[in-house]
């Protein structure tokens, strides 16, 4: 009789997404996982969809639409929908995901586009592996995409002579985020998570949790001479930015 012993351990942190990052590395260091809830055979692209779907509502996506019907939905769905309708999960190959770039290459669709259409689908896959729906042998080994540039759509790159005269046109919290962001190219989103107790002034520098980056995994970031913003407390956020787009856009046209 094979007997389990019940581990606890605790991820550090009160994020739930870096919580459950925690626990899917875990995982994966042991080479387990529990049992999934239905047979990941029978699978079909509209569970994943279905499955995808509801979470995308879960976190409120800001990319999410509506369909003719009222019902939510993403704009990369009808296209796959044509594609992948009606396959099951487990049919859906690397073979297949080609296939489906190179028709929309024919029907005129750029790379980046179908990048983000193979994107859905992964995050597709990989939600429902997530959610134990499937299993990794039922996942495509590899889904293919094309390098883009490392520049997203419509960025404005800051010239050097820029930085001060606009570093003076706005106020705070945003001058002193646009100073951090300026020098060490830290991102919208973790600037504002970042709390006064990740700062230390005397020694200049700011450490990012986990919890708020991208990768997952803390870094430490020196904070620029002319950073000036005056401390609050522990459990404040050092910029609380709100929807600042108004003030940028006054501030680059002064």
């Given at each position: ?9 605790s ?15 875990k ?35 800001r ?9 939510p ?12 309708g ?46 134990e ?19 997203a ?18 106020d ?31 020694k200049?520098?700011?450490t ?18 002319d ?5 609050g ?13 108004d ?8």
């Amino acid at each position: 009789m094979i007997t389990y012993q019940q581990h606890r351990e605790s991820s550090g942190s009160e994020d739930r997404e870096y919580a459950e990052r925690f626990l899917r590395n875990k995982l994966l260091e042991i080479g387990g996982r529990r049992p999934t809830l239905v047979d990941p055979k029978k699978v079909s692209y509209e569970d994943l969809r279905e499955n995808f779907l509801a979470r995308c509502v879960e976190k409120k996506l800001r990319s999410l639409t509506k369909d003719h019907d009222g019902n939510p939905t993403l704009a990369t769905l009808p296209r796959l929908d044509a594609f992948f309708g009606n396959w099951r999960a487990a049919d859906i190959t690397q073979a297949d995901v080609r296939r489906f770039r190179r028709e929309g290459k024919q029907d005129g669709l750029s790379d980046a586009r179908m990048n983000r259409y193979v994107a859905t689908l992964r995050a597709m896959f990989r939600q429902a592996a997530k959610d134990e729906l499937i299993t990794a042998n039922e996942m495509p080994a590899h889904f293919p995409t094309v390098a883009e540039p490392n520049e997203a759509r419509g960025a404005l790159f800051i010239k050097p002579e820029w930085y001060a005269p606009l570093r003076r046109e706005l106020d705070e919290p945003l001058r002193s985020a646009f100073t951090l962001a300026y020098h060490y190219a830290v991102r919208v989103l973790e600037l504002r998570r970042i709390k006064w107790r990740d700062v230390d002034l005397r020694k200049r520098i700011v450490t990012l949790p986990g919890e708020i980056t991208k990768t997952g995994k803390p870094r430490t970031v020196p904070l620029p001479s002319d950073f000036d913003r005056k401390a609050g407390k522990p459990d404040d956020l050092v910029f609380p930015l709100g929807d600042f787009r108004d003030q940028w856009r006054a501030a680059c046209i002064r």
